[in-house]
């Protein structure tokens, strides 16, 4: 069962702490920093599609409209001073070369309505050299350290994507698996945005190995953000 | 292809030698045997050059009829102008034989050798499946024997292959086995499209179509012609005389008939005795999980220790062939089986079908019966075993039907688009296509013989660049045109990913079952079970048991390599059952229920509780007359119900109940979830829907926009996509270098969905996914056709309490629950039952 995107028109946000830090998750799978005003997206993995279209399968070539739109509406939503993508917004070297014009423009005007930042992911080391905004590895905002990969090393207050994170309740016989955020108070795992993106289950030992102890799931729902505990999404 | 027959009309003797050469008469006689007058009807359309249509029960000789024809001709061949010249094996394939199964064509290929030998027939007969090593297969392509047994997914990668000309350029004929099995589906599809190549490739052959008994020939008659532009072209046909009355039974008890259910657990003993009676017994149930509960029952009563066994589709292969073998030697007193041993070969000792649960079709039922005893002029037994109330009166009516030679129609679909997609690039395989000539040639197989030009464009563009109306795949493209305006394949390596992707049946993605020593670490070792659908094994947590292949099994771990479990000591599985070969209810069937409900004089026949049953509706409530819908409603604990009765089946009723829903929400009704099964469905509300208009509710218009906004996200449809786009070819099942996993479907078929459905709705995939959705797993089509029969026609009840009818749909609710937001319902009760954890002060 693969984790299926929804938009959420009109969010519900839910809010947690984070290393003494308050965040909204959104249910689109964007976090919302108020202290920052900093709205945080990751694994956007834009034109995935054109890159399977290379090997010959031709996956409908929307997904960066699709995904650039759901992060234009979640932009509108909180209109935030700064824009932070957590890695992989690219999905391959060449993939900014394929972005078609329009999904370009669309880029450019969301670049241009705040202040990004590309933490760059092990798919996209470089990011385009036109893209607008700075590129960086890592980036401290308060009590988070935002990066793209989250280390072994329990660092407070990191923030990351990479894992891809879905998690699966089931209940009168069958089973709902849905993108999800992933924190125990200290740390958080962003789902991913992209609209290709599959997912990585929350039980998975890449995950499991972050928390020592307990932690929710935060399932993205079709209007609000499930907080599910750990010994029932696991 | 045994035993004697009393219809051969030996008086046509005289006839006889012209028909059938010497030595094909002294083989008959030697076996003291007489050709059958559709084996020598055969003949004559063959002399004629005429493709034909035969329809014959099972023990009829068939098989034989369709080959007696090639055999002839071929060893007149060699015996006149013969061998010095040519050596047998060069004169190229002469007859081709295409069968649903695999297993089928090994035993016809076992049973053509009995007549070669015997008369030292020069004839070379060798079969071609998914089992046929690759240097047999590679020599078949250039040295092709006489009859060539296959399936229709071999046919297509012989055909797909750039010598494909020479292998069937001398074609002379097609036999065509259980084609009724074959000609309405996508299989059925894959093969009307490979007959239309070899119509270009050999246009001399002619085909011979062989079918169980069906209502109506006419479409297996199309289907073995070529279809000209206008009109249409019918096969000749012949049917054979019928065998004896089957002698069937209904084993019914006057005390107690369950209210719902489908284990008949209370008629285990009669199921036994029945086995201990008969020399040996098939005993059919409808699902995999009500095989592995029955085959546990039995076992829990053999005190003889009968050698019973159990046969479905998920068992590991290796298990399934132990059982059938077992079988064939008569060594087994019994097995349990799906459907999975419908069709298929012959065992010539059954001599008692069991046929536990709801028949579901009078010509399901008769194909099963026809398992029992091969041999047409003697009658086969067949007892029927009803678990509820509903499935009495279906068991009545299947009866009935079978005894009076009616049977159910089927629905015609037309020829889908997927397929055509996955033929289109298994043509260009084969060499570059014109697609103009293409057009022609596939319009002239039946099931497209209405396709537009638009549509099949739309699906050469989709094979070629994925046919979006964003054209920014081009460079990538599969097909390239020519100078000359044909396609070609843009690279070869493309036709090596076609053959591993060849083929249109979908199955569920599956996990491996492994079972593993008690205490070693989940992942460790293990012998293979079986499969079994992943989302049932998803909705697993560590430690739940469940039954599969006859033992209750624990949940360690879901591994990369498996699902790993190890044997549990209980009795009872907490897991009630997975889903699996659930046909529904056939509209003639249960146009026959419906007469029986309605006709209370009908009703003698049945056993007490059952008229007492009807009887306390028809005081309590009312007994629809022939074509009213009854709709009642009343209150039950704080809930209101409505429930109907179409009997229509599982999927239209659950189709129904997602649209009525709808409906009764915008109605301010608050409705809260529903139930459907075969006969009934149930909603339930917050308020008393009773003063709803119901004509208004019921009306057919509920098909338009409510219909197309569910679709959007029913999990039904979504899997409907995924099949449709595999077949076509958007998502691979293998790549080179990956070739074993069949069940790796390499990308999520929802997240192309979600995002197809929101940027191009009008692509062809999804117009094939509607088409489907017609007449598959929503079968929508069947719910029109039920609205349209109901209009003006629905009798409503408001009652004070539930009524006798309506128990058995309210005593499902708490197994299986269809609600409109259920996905949304399981987030909040997780959370729900967390908090209340966390509130207890105990």
């Given amino acids: 069962m693969p984790c299926v995107w929804t938009d959420a028109a009109l969010a519900h946000d839910l809010m947690i702490t984070v290393n003494g830090e308050a965040l909204l998750l959104d249910a689109c799978g964007a976090v919302f920093a108020p202290a920052h005003s900093a709205l945080i997206f990751a694994d956007l993995h834009f034109e995935k599609g054109s890159f399977y279209a290379r090997r010959r399968q031709f996956l409908p070539p929307y997904d960066t409209a699709d995904t650039l739109g759901r992060m234009a509406r979640a932009i509108a939503r909180h209109s935030p001073a700064r ?59 308060g009590g988070l350290m935002l990066r793209h990969e989250p280390r072994a090393i329990f660092e407070p207050g990191e923030v990351a994507g990479h894992l891809h994170p879905c998690a699966s309740v089931t209940k009168w016989g069958r089973g709902v698996r849905r993108r999800c955020f992933v924190s125990d108070g200290l740390r958080l795992i962003l789902p991913s945005f992209g609209a290709y993106t599959g997912g990585l289950d929350v039980g998975d030992d890449a995950i499991t190995a972050l928390f020592t102890g307990s932690f929710h799931a935060y399932m993205l729902g079709h209007k609000r953000v499930y907080a599910i505990p750990r010994h029932v999404a696991v | 292809m045994h035993s004697l027959s009393s219809d051969g009309q030996p008086g046509e003797s005289g006839t006889l030698p012209a028909r059938l050469p010497k030595n094909f008469q002294d083989w008959f006689a030697a076996r003291g045997w007489q050709p059958r007058a559709h084996q020598l009807a055969l003949l004559d359309h063959a002399g004629r050059g005429e493709s034909v249509l035969l329809v014959a029960p099972t023990g009829g000789g068939k098989t034989l009829a369709g080959f007696l024809p090639s055999l002839i001709a071929l060893s007149q061949v060699t015996s006149s102008k013969l061998a010095a010249s040519r050596p047998a094996r060069k004169r190229g394939l002469h007859t081709l034989y295409v069968s649903p199964l695999k297993a089928l064509a090994v035993d016809v290929a076992r049973n053509l050798n009995q007549p070669i030998e015997e008369m030292a027939l020069p004839v070379t007969v060798e079969t071609r499946t998914g089992d046929t090593s690759a240097a047999r297969r590679q020599r078949q392509r250039f040295s092709p024997p006489d009859i060539l047994l296959t399936t229709p997914e071999q046919l297509s990668l012989l055909l797909a292959h750039p010598r494909s000309r020479q292998m069937f350029e001398n074609l002379h004929s097609v036999v065509l086995d259980e084609l009724h099995a074959l000609y309405n589906s996508k299989r059925g599809d894959l ?30 008659q199309r289907f073995l012609m070529p279809q000209p532009l206008s009109g249409e072209s019918l096969s000749r046909i012949v049917i054979a005389q019928g065998g004896a009355k089957p002698h069937i039974q209904i084993s019914t008890s006057d005390s107690y008939v369950p209210w719902a259910g489908h284990l008949a657990r209370h008629a285990m003993a009669d199921v036994m005795a029945a086995i201990q009676a008969a020399r040996t017994a098939l005993v059919f149930v409808n699902t995999r999980s009500q095989a592995e509960r029955t085959f546990q029952e039995l076992w829990a009563i053999n005190d003889a220790n009968l050698p019973i066994a159990l046969h479905h589709g998920s068992l590991a292969l290796e298990q399934r062939r132990k059982v059938e073998a077992a079988m064939a030697k008569g060594n087994l007193r019994a097995v349990v089986c799906t459907s999975t041993l419908d069709l298929g070969i012959d065992w010539g000792a059954v001599d008692k079908v069991i046929c536990i649960g709801a028949p579901k079709g009078a010509a399901r039922l008769v194909q099963r019966i026809g398992r029992a005893n091969h041999r047409l002029d003697e009658p086969s037994a067949a007892l029927l075993v009803p678990a509820n109330r509903f499935e009495v009166l279906e068991c009545n009516a299947a009866r009935d039907a079978v005894l009076a030679g009616e049977l159910d129609g089927e629905r015609l679909k037309a020829g889908g688009l997927d397929v055509l997609a996955q033929h289109v690039l298994g043509t260009a395989c084969a060499g570059p296509f014109s697609p103009g000539l293409l057009f022609e040639e596939i319009r002239s197989a039946s099931p497209y013989a209405h396709i537009t030009r638009e549509d099949f464009d739309a699906v050469v563009d989709f094979v070629a660049t994925g046919g979006y109306a964003l054209k920014s795949y081009d460079r990538y493209a599969r097909l390239r045109k020519t100078e000359d305006g044909r396609y070609r394949l843009a690279h070869p390596r493309l036709a090596q990913e076609y053959r591993l992707n060849a083929g249109v049946i979908v199955e569920d993605p599956m996990v491996e079952i492994r079972l593993q020593a008690k205490g070693r670490p989940a992942g460790a070792g293990g012998r293979k079970l079986g499969e079994l659908e992943e989302y049932f094994i998803e909705q697993l947590s560590v430690g739940d048991t469940f039954i599969f292949a006859g033992d209750v099994l624990r949940f360690e771990g879901l591994r990369e390599t498996g699902a790993f479990v190890t044997r549990a000591r209980d009795p009872e599985a907490q897991i009630p059952s997975y889903n699996g070969g659930k046909f529904p209810l056939s509209t003639f069937l249960a146009q026959r229920v419906r007469e029986m409900v309605s006709t209370p004089q009908s009703w003698q026949a049945l056993p007490e509780p059952v008229q007492e049953w009807l009887k306390i509706q028809e005081w309590r409530s009312v007994i629809p007359a022939p074509g009213q819908l009854l709709v009642e409603t009343f209150p039950r604990g704080n809930r209101h119900y409505l429930v109907c009765y179409p009997f229509e089946g599982r999927l239209a009723h659950q189709t129904l109940g997602m649209l009525l829903t709808r409906r009764l929400e915008r109605a301010r009704f608050h409705p809260l979830g529903f139930v459907a099964n075969e006969y009934a469905l149930a909603v339930w509300a917050a308020k008393d829907m009773g003063g709803a208009d119901m004509d208004a509710l019921f009306d057919q218009d509920m098909l338009g926009d409510d219909l197309d906004s569910w679709l959007a996200e029913s999990n039904l449809y979504k899997r409907t996509f995924r099949n449709c786009a595999i077949i076509a070819g958007l998502i691979q099942r293998r790549f080179p270098g990956n070739e074993k996993s069949g069940r790796q479907v390499t990308f999520s078929s929802d997240l192309i969905y979600d995002v197809l459905r929101e940027h191009e709705p009008d692509h062809v995939l999804l117009r094939a996914t509607y088409q489907d959705a017609g007449t598959g797993l929503l079968d929508i089509a069947r719910l029109g056709d039920m609205l349209a029969r109901v209009k003006k026609r629905i009798v409503t009840r408001r009652l004070e309490r539930v009524s006798p009818l309506a128990v058995p749909a309210l005593l499902e609710i708490s197994k299986e629950m269809v609600a409109g937001e259920v996905d949304e319902a399981i987030l909040k009760e997780s959370e729900d039952a967390l908090i209340r954890d966390a509130m207890r002060v105990d």
């Fill in chain 1, 83 to 141: 824009v932070i993508a957590l890695g992989d917004s690219f999905h391959d070297p060449d993939a900014g070369d394929r972005l078609g014009r329009e999904a370009r423009s669309l880029l450019e005007s969301l670049t241009r309505s705040a202040r990004f930042t590309w933490i760059t992911g092990n798919h996209d080391p470089k990011p385009p050299a036109w893209l607008e905004g700075e590129v960086t590895q890592s980036l401290r905002l």
């Fill in chain 2, 191 to 220: 093969l009307a499209l490979g007959l239309a190549r070899l119509q270009i490739l050999a246009p001399q052959h002619r085909r011979v179509g062989l079918s169980a008994t069906v209502k109506d020939p006419a479409p297996l």
